[in-house]
């Protein structure tokens, strides 16, 4: 089927991306390496122009309602408290969700998956691994691995990779991963306990800074998520040991009973941007064309923003607009990537684990100062809950 686009990835950039094309019209095929929606619980973050983008398909009440409304955050020392804390309701008028909201990405996913499942339009294919995408002039294939080692190949118009880091579309267009790897891991661990005992004005969501060892709390509807970095010289097994895990929470929250952790998971992190996302008929997204640290929350939003505007690109070409119009795709996403997304982590991590004091007391300084007067209270928060960015990148052509 010539017409319909084939989409690498069933992840939240992936499904995104497939509901608003079926909507218009455009049938798709979306193939996953995975034998099922896998149950993620890395990224839970959503951020205001992220929740008006996702009503149109009806999922954002059910989100709430499983999830936990976060009105405030903050920036906290980890000895002396709360440094600065930024109220979300200052965006009022410039959004219809003056919050962000604490919902895990799965959540989102399985919706999206049960809408496309009642679509004639949507085909949508488990346990397939992407090996190699080809494209011509006129059409795109991707071939694909099932269980038993065989190869299905896909053909269509275009094809959206968003199929993370290891992302075979992005080798398909030639694209360079330029960047870093951060030097630490990241281990999170969700906890029965509740954090506002030990420090009674904690927000739900809080960046702790600490010259020696920093850490992120974040609230859900049932559990709590502690973020710490730790050596990349540890084990696999020493890094998620219960041991390693007691420790770190009571150096969080000092408490005379063990802490109930219920899930741990640790990963590296990446800070890296694709050299360009679109070459002829193939474009990347999400994670495929930029990763960052979840300081902030800017990958998964970053990634949905992707596909709105990757989608609705797509859309004006169906409809009788120029190939060349994907390049306005790139350049507006990937400005994004390396201007807001990449700069706002990385200022977020230095803010956190900044060793010297002069350098720690004007982070402080400064973030007072943009709380202290509602006209910079409002653009710090227009900024990192990326409207801002989605306006600015708009009028790029």
């Avoid at 799965?106 to 691994?129: C, D, H, K, P, V």
């Avoid at 809080?206 to 970095?229: N, Q």
């Amino acid at each position: 089927m010539q017409k319909q686009v084939v989409i690498i990835g069933a992840g939240p950039v992936g499904l995104v991306s497939a509901c608003l094309l079926v909507d218009e019209g455009i049938p798709v095929t979306i193939i996953e390496s995975c034998s099922d929606l896998p149950r993620d619980l890395r990224a839970s973050t959503f951020h205001p122009p992220t929740m008006d983008m996702l009503e149109r398909f009806d999922v954002v009440q059910p989100m709430i309602d499983q999830g936990l409304i976060c009105p405030t955050w903050q920036f906290r020392d980890r000895a002396d408290g709360v440094v600065s804390e930024f109220d979300l309701a200052l965006l009022k008028g410039e959004t219809n969700h003056p919050y962000r909201l604490q919902c895990e990405q799965w959540r989102l996913g399985e919706m999206l998956l049960a809408r496309l499942q009642t679509n004639s339009l949507a085909n949508i294919l488990f346990g397939l691994s992407a090996s190699t995408v080809r494209q011509s002039d006129t059409g795109v294939e991707v071939d694909a691995v099932n269980a038993s080692g065989e190869t299905e190949t896909f053909s269509g118009a275009f094809c959206v990779g968003a199929d993370g880091i290891r992302s075979v579309a992005r080798r398909a267009i030639g694209a360079e991963f330029d960047g870093m790897t951060i030097p630490e891991l990241y281990l999170t661990l969700s906890t029965t306990y509740d954090f506002t005992e030990a420090m009674p004005d904690l927000s739900n969501i809080a960046y702790l800074s600490d010259p020696d060892e920093w850490f992120v709390l974040i609230r859900t509807a049932k559990l709590w998520r502690a973020l710490f970095p730790v050596s990349a010289a540890l084990s696999d097994q020493q890094v998620t040991s219960p041991e390693l895990a007691e420790k770190l929470l009571q150096g969080a929250a000092k408490r005379s009973a063990p802490y109930e952790v219920i899930h741990r998971t640790a990963y590296r992190v990446h800070e890296r941007v694709a050299t360009h996302y679109v070459k002829g008929r193939i474009a990347i997204a999400g994670d495929a064309a930029h990763v960052n640290n979840p300081l902030g929350g800017m990958g998964l939003n970053g990634g949905v923003h992707d596909a709105y505007n990757l989608a609705s690109t797509l859309v004006e070409i169906y409809r009788g607009a120029p190939l060349e119009l994907l390049g306005r795709y790139e350049r507006q996403r990937r400005k994004v990537a390396l201007d807001v997304v990449q700069q706002t982590t990385l200022r977020n991590r230095a803010i956190l684990n900044t060793r010297s004091p002069e350098a720690r007391a004007a982070y402080y300084d400064d973030l007072r100062r943009t709380v202290a007067d509602p006209i910079t209270h409002k653009e710090y928060l227009m900024r990192t809950s990326m409207i801002s960015s989605l306006r600015d990148v708009a009028k790029i052509i």
